[in-house]
């Protein structure tokens, strides 16, 4: 019986420390990075990303960063796809996937499949409640087109509740309706792979919650404004593409419409960015077999070190 192939999953809340311990890691254990962040695909969300420098991008071979521009669409179901096609790419390098990111619901669809659409958004669904009065429901009708063409084929336009729903679920998961609806329940790869989760996270919220903030404001020292209002001067991106309701993103583009004014932009992209933690901890407590580790203890590296010789010496 051929024994399963390796693969590595590094996750956890933003601004745990995710990207450096990855890094570190491949270049130890011959890895190569996927990314599973569904912000860093995108080229030009750069600051807002933290994104990889290009001497970081160097040391260790990145994957699926910067291969859409910010106005396509790109759903879970891609993303299992090009991962899959990258997984085996890098194992026919001979080298070790290492999958990196905290958008859990891209890495818990690859692994296990996905069988439960999201609960409503209120504040999505003001959004575009807000965009059906600006443009109306036809415009609103063509976006569906765009992402999602199977339930914009069988949802008419003057059908604003079942229009906005399949709406909703794109903006909340990135991913489409339909889609969801034929995703399989059984992740293909867990069917070829031994899998070792890996979670980052500080067992104190307050240290992660300092992070937070202080990566924010090294955000908008290093630029994070202007980038924002360079990629507002596009007039192909609009506030409800999911590239721009992205945490920050979403705060910037709201303050540069005037909407509140620069320490209140502050206090609520920290404010969001805590709560996608909290949401991504939640994901984690749910996880299956997963292995958590705190970057603030001192044997921190060298614990996810032998908790890794351990997985790859064990073939079973």
């Not at 084929?153 to 998961?173: F, G, K």
């Amino acid at each position: 019986m051929t024994p399963l192939s390796p693969l590595i999953v590094i996750t956890g809340p933003t601004a745990s420390g995710k990207s450096a311990l990855a890094l570190t890691l491949c270049k130890q254990f011959n890895g190569e990075i996927i990314n599973a962040d569904s912000t860093l695909i995108y080229r030009h969300l750069d600051i807002g990303t933290a994104k990889p420098t290009p001497q970081e991008l160097k040391i260790v071979p990145h994957h699926l960063i910067d291969i859409l521009e910010p106005e396509i669409p790109f759903s879970a179901g891609q993303f299992c796809r090009e991962a899959e096609k990258t997984i085996i790419d890098i194992e026919q390098r001979h080298h070790i996937p290492f999958l990196v990111g905290g958008t859990m619901l891209y890495l818990k669809t690859l692994l296990y499949g996905l069988s439960t659409l999201p609960t409503a958004s209120t504040e999505i669904r003001e959004a575009i409640t807000k965009d059906a009065e600006k443009y109306g429901w036809g415009v609103l009708h063509e976006r569906l087109k765009q992402v999602d063409p199977k339930a914009a084929a069988r949802i008419h336009v003057n059908d604003p509740q079942r229009l906005q729903r399949a709406l909703e679920i794109y903006y909340l998961t990135g991913q489409a309706q339909s889609e969801l609806f034929e995703t399989p329940k059984q992740g293909l790869i867990q069917q070829s792979h031994r899998v070792l989760t890996i979670a980052v996270a500080p067992q104190d919220r307050a240290v992660l919650h300092q992070r937070i903030a202080e990566r924010f404001d090294a955000m908008l020292q290093a630029g994070f404004v202007d980038e924002v209002a360079a990629l507002k001067k596009r007039p192909e991106l609009h506030a409800t593409l999911p590239s721009m309701r992205a945490v920050g993103y979403r705060q910037v583009w709201q303050y540069l419409e005037g909407e509140y004014d620069y320490d209140t932009m502050r206090e609520k992209a920290i404010a969001a960015t805590r709560q996608l933690a909290k949401r991504q901890l939640t994901w984690l407590r749910r996880w299956p077999e997963i292995q958590c580790f705190d970057p603030t203890k001192d044997d921190f590296l060298t614990s996810v070190e032998n908790c890794i010789r351990d997985f790859l010496n064990n073939k079973n």
